[in-house]
């Protein structure tokens, strides 16, 4: 029984040492030319700085935004060249284009290819934004990875009882450095 006892109570000590123990504070350095680093990357190849990030899971994201605006660019580009060499055709002469026969008047083909110029054009705005704002979260998000969010920091009200004056109320900022 006072084997089992001491058995019991040398187990708890040892698992309380290990349980309370804590762990070593170790200061990142910081590299200043992280961010530059990951907007390169990003421009680069898109997507690599975020990887570079260490944030792998954003670069679907990154390539599904670029690639459905390419595909648009491209889906758009080839309606309004066919919209286009069919209203050629038709002023030419020619009863052959791939429109005759669902498209009487010739005045649709021309608000067919405004239709896809237009949305090939809105279409490469986004393909080129799609891609800045790639380097634009990058280099962001290299920048908040050094970004201090540690518990130290309280914020609580505060009461100043003067004895020459009225109480005083305010609220109080503590930062720890």
């Not at 393909?127 to 969010?149: K, P, R, S, W």
Request: aromatic share 18%.
């Amino acid at each position: 029984m006072t084997n089992n006892f001491f058995s019991l109570l040398l187990l708890f000590f040892i698992s309380n040492n290990l349980i309370f123990s804590q762990e070593k504070d170790q200061k990142k350095e910081i590299d200043i030319l992280r961010p530059s680093k990951a907007a390169f990357y990003s421009a680069v190849l898109p997507g690599l700085g975020q990887v570079y990030n260490k944030k792998a899971w954003k670069v679907p994201i990154v390539y599904a935004a670029i690639g459905v605006s390419a595909y648009a660019y491209d889906f758009n580009k080839k309606k309004f060249w066919s919209y286009r060499d069919a209203y050629k055709r038709r002023k030419a002469g020619f009863t052959d284009d791939q429109f005759q026969g669902i498209i009487i008047n010739d005045d649709r083909l021309l608000d067919g290819q405004d239709f896809h110029k237009k949305y090939k054009d809105l279409s490469m705005v986004f393909l080129v934004g799609f891609y800045f704002l790639n380097i634009l979260d990058a280099n962001i998000d290299a920048h908040l990875l050094d970004f201090n969010v540690d518990e130290d920091l309280s914020f609580q009200p505060y009461f100043e009882n003067d004895h020459f004056f009225n109480s005083n109320v305010g609220l109080k900022i503590k930062i720890n450095l």
